[in-house]
């Protein structure tokens, strides 16, 4: 029995002497105490607000967008400009597995005008091969192949090639192309039905809205890119129709004429110009809103141009000194430089001085509002034209022409040439004003011999040579009619007074103080 207890207690000890060995063990091979009992970490996982993705919109309306290559003709080198590639030799004597030489075999064409077998072309077979010459973006606007880019894009092209989303290349042709807002439709001819995007209705969009550009920026393919609206109604001096939405969405070089998408997969503006020292994205991009794009985009399909309505007025923006100087409470509208001869405007009574304040009832901010609502009616409507004459206002029935195409609208009237010093004939001083006048040369108005560099009129551009043909819209043949208008005004409580000047290179307005005549 005794045994027996003691074996077991001596095989007891043995394994507790054997456990706490291991253990012993374990310590000083890892120096820590062992872990005897496996356990795992669960992965990392975050709770946080979900930022909204734009991949559905992406998915939706990628396959509508396109890349647009232009290709124009290119003429072919002459024989004699065979070493014109600094070879030290003619093209025909590169080995076949040249580069220079694989490349020229791409595109069907040897820089000394023979064929890819080396067949001499038959004299003016062909003007020029088709190269490559312009990249940009598209989106198609109809499930039967019209789509819409920049004019700018494609107004050196001879040929068009529209590449798909996935890669397929299809011929295009121009449809119609609008310079004065930069727009063109072309039209693939294929019995696929494509997928095309709707416009969206840009008056609802708000500063601080996302939108998503989709394009080709340097040729890379498909690329996305978001932002938000920076600002609506940007002037970025392309012309009188200017009325950009900014987004600071990166847009590049390429991504002319794509779309730019609200979160709904419609296109509130074309992808058209951006603001950029470096030439690359600095986050200030402008778009075409689709209000403006859908009415041009419209016309160009039915008639492959655009019919605009015409005022025939040259105008200038209406300024503090200016409105003072009319008696005008606010500085708003567009001030009215001279009419065209025989245009709609003169024909209704329009003259220079008047500042139109409304067309239709509604208030027009500046010239280049007026622009674009003129712009924007057809040729022939009749529209009510509310201008400001001699402090009172009235209104005009005008008949609007059609813009001719060599028209070019003029929404700031002081970028003007100067003419050259004359040599004056006689001299009178208006001293308060800074100016020497004396009689005219043709016998209107009153030729400006002098300028006093320090005066106001010097500070409104004023030179010497030009001429004074209207004070306060009255017309003036010396130095007396002058003094006798700026009189009048003083006693009308007027501060300012509003001279005409004319110049070999046209007439503007300029207000000049006279708080210091006696």
Known sequence: MFETIKGRLTRSTALKASAVAGIAVAALATGVPAVISNSYADAVVVQAPQVPSFANVVDAVSPAVVSVRVESRVNPASAEED??????????????????????????????????????????????????????????????????????????????????????????????????????????????????????????????????????????????????????????????????????????????????????????????????????????????????????????????????????????????????????????????????????????????????????????KDPRDLARRIGAMAPGKKVEVAIWRNGKSQSVTVDLGTLPAEQKASADGNNQPQAEPQQPASEKALTDLGLTVGPSDDGKGVAITGVDPDSDAADKGVKEGEKITSVNNQDVANAQDIAKVLTQAKKDGRTRALFQIQSDNGSRFVALPLSNQG
């Open 83 to 364: 070493d014109s590639f600094g070879l030290g030799r003619g093209f025909d004597d590169l080995p076949d597995d040249h580069p220079l030489k694989k490349f020229f075999k791409q595109f069907g064409q040897q820089p000394n005008g023979k064929g890819m077998q080396g067949e001499q072309q038959k004299p003016n077979a062909d003007k020029g091969r088709l190269r490559p010459v312009a990249q940009g973006s598209g989106f198609f606007i109809s499930e039967d192949g019209y789509l819409v880019t920049n004019n700018h894009v494609v107004s050196d092209g001879a040929a068009f090639v529209v590449v798909l989303n996935d890669g397929t290349e299809l011929d295009a042709k121009l449809i119609g192309k609008d310079p004065r807002t930069d727009l063109a439709v072309l039209k693939v001819n294929d019995k696929r039905k494509f997928t095309y995007v709707k416009w969206a209705d840009d008056e609802k969009v708000r500063v601080g809205d996302w939108v998503v550009a989709v394009g080709n920026p340097f040729g890379l393919g498909g690329t996305v890119t978001a932002g938000i609206i920076s600002a609506r109604g940007r002037d970025i001096g392309s012309g009188p129709y200017d009325d950009y939405l900014q987004v600071d969405a990166a847009v590049n070089k390429g991504n002319s004429g794509g779309p730019t998408f609200n979160l709904s997969g419609e296109v509130v503006g074309i992808n058209t110009a951006i603001f950029s020292p470096s030439g690359g994205s600095v986050g200030i991009a402008f778009a075409i809103p689709s209000t403006t794009a859908k009415d041009v985009v419209a016309d160009l399909i039915k008639t492959g141009s655009v019919s605009r309505g015409w005022l025939g007025v040259q105008i200038q923006p209406v300024s503090k000194d200016i409105a003072e100087s009319l008696g005008l409470s606010e500085a708003a509208g567009a001030l009215v430089v001279s009419p065209q001869e025989g245009s709609p405007g003169q024909k209704a009574g329009i003259k220079n001085g008047d500042v139109v304040t409304a067309v239709n009832g509604e208030p027009i």
